[in-house]
């Protein structure tokens, strides 16, 4: 595998953010930045005082919710277990957390090829706008030279200022995001692979996007595909010579992996869209090719 993350050597660390309450999180990957296909992996805790109004992006997310639930109003609930997708360009929420949550969650540029802004720069990019305006419930508030107030989404706010554009979102591939019940999926044994079963999950973003569960018993072998995550729900395991176990993350990079079980494992593996991972320095006329796509 090109890149192992344990858990236990990622802090819980609190961060700034464009939504409303308290955000701490344990960040696991990052992807090619500046790139269409960039990505950004977190496990993040969330209490009863975040709030998200509703909102849609340019970019595609996966959502596994681990331990409390979270209440995306009309879309439902996301009780533990539940995998999450939320395709680019669909609204959802608003957001709002009982108690506490813990969430994995996964964002990453989709079909349309706008991208996802680097963790890093879109940190600096939150505490930029907070001098020319404030961070209210998820909403970026901005007095203009006229004097008149203009609200717009955080992530939306943030985005525009640093592209330098207005942000123009896909068209709806898909009505809602869609939730997921894995345990509603039967166990199905892979010929030649003693020991593995799998669960397949979700095609998806013009077939690009693959969602699969899987089962190993000790000693159990698989074979990941290139540009693949592989997030470890419990069990221990190794991949080239190097020990992870429960909650660590995995990707394989541009290189099929290869993992092996050492007690009962359960993974789940995403299979990322192959996306153009060249630079995105976009000329007027891609911008513009982008916004009507």
């Known amino acids: 595998m090109d890149t192992i993350v344990n858990?236990?050597?990622?802090?819980?660390?609190?961060?700034?953010?464009?939504?409303?309450?308290?955000?701490?999180?344990?960040?696991?990957?990052?992807?090619p930045a500046g790139t269409p296909?960039?990505?950004?992996?977190?496990?993040?805790?969330?209490?009863?005082?975040?709030?998200?109004p509703r909102h849609r992006h340019n970019f595609e997310q996966i959502r596994v919710q681990i331990e409390g639930p979270a209440d995306f109003d009309r879309d439902g609930v996301m009780e533990p277990g539940t995998v999450g997708y939320f395709p680019e360009g669909v609204h959802y929420g608003p957001q709002s957390i009982s108690g506490e949550s813990l969430t994995l969650v996964l964002q990453f540029g989709g079909?349309?090829?706008?991208?996802?802004?680097?963790?890093?720069?879109?940190?600096?990019?939150?505490?930029?706008?907070?001098?020319?305006?404030?961070?209210?419930?998820?909403?970026?508030?901005?007095?203009?030279?006229?004097?008149?107030?203009?609200?717009?989404?955080?992530y939306e706010a943030v985005w525009e200022d640093i592209n330098g554009r207005a942000l123009k979102y896909p068209a709806n591939?898909?009505?809602?995001?869609?939730?997921?019940?894995p345990e509603a999926f039967a166990w199905r044994e892979k010929n030649g692979q003693v020991g593995a079963s799998r669960?397949?999950?979700?095609?998806?973003?013009?077939?690009?996007?693959?969602?699969?569960?899987?089962?190993l018993e000790p000693g159990a072998r698989i074979q990941v595909e290139?540009?693949?995550?592989?997030?470890?729900?419990?069990?221990?395991?190794?991949?080239?010579?190097?020990?992870?176990?429960?909650?660590s993350t995995l990707y394989s990079g541009?290189?099929?992996?290869?993992?092996?079980?050492?007690?009962?494992?359960?993974?789940?593996?995403?299979?990322l869209p192959d996306i153009d991972t060249t630079p995105l320095n976009l000329t007027p006329a891609k911008a513009a090719k982008l916004d009507t796509a």
């Open 199 to 215: 669960r397949h999950l979700l095609t998806a973003s013009e077939g690009e996007l693959r969602l699969a569960s899987w089962k």
């Open 37 to 52: 296909g960039n990505f950004y992996l977190q496990l993040s805790r969330t209490y009863s005082d975040f709030l998200s």
């Open 254 to 271: 541009k290189r099929a992996g290869q993992l092996e079980a050492v007690s009962q494992v359960v993974l789940l593996e995403i299979r």
């Open 7 to 31: 858990f236990a050597d990622r802090p819980l660390v609190e961060r700034a953010h464009a939504r409303q309450g308290m955000f701490r999180a344990h960040s696991m990957l990052d992807g």
């Open 111 to 154: 079909a349309s090829g706008s991208g996802y802004i680097p963790e890093a720069q879109f940190q600096e990019g939150v505490e930029k706008l907070k001098a020319t305006g404030t961070f209210d419930k998820g909403v970026y508030k901005s007095t203009g030279a006229d004097g008149r107030v203009r609200s717009r989404d955080a």
């Open 226 to 247: 290139p540009n693949t995550i592989v997030f470890v729900n419990q069990g221990q395991g190794h991949s080239d010579g190097q020990a992870w176990d429960k909650w």
């Open 173 to 181: 591939r898909y009505q809602k995001p869609v939730f997921i019940d």
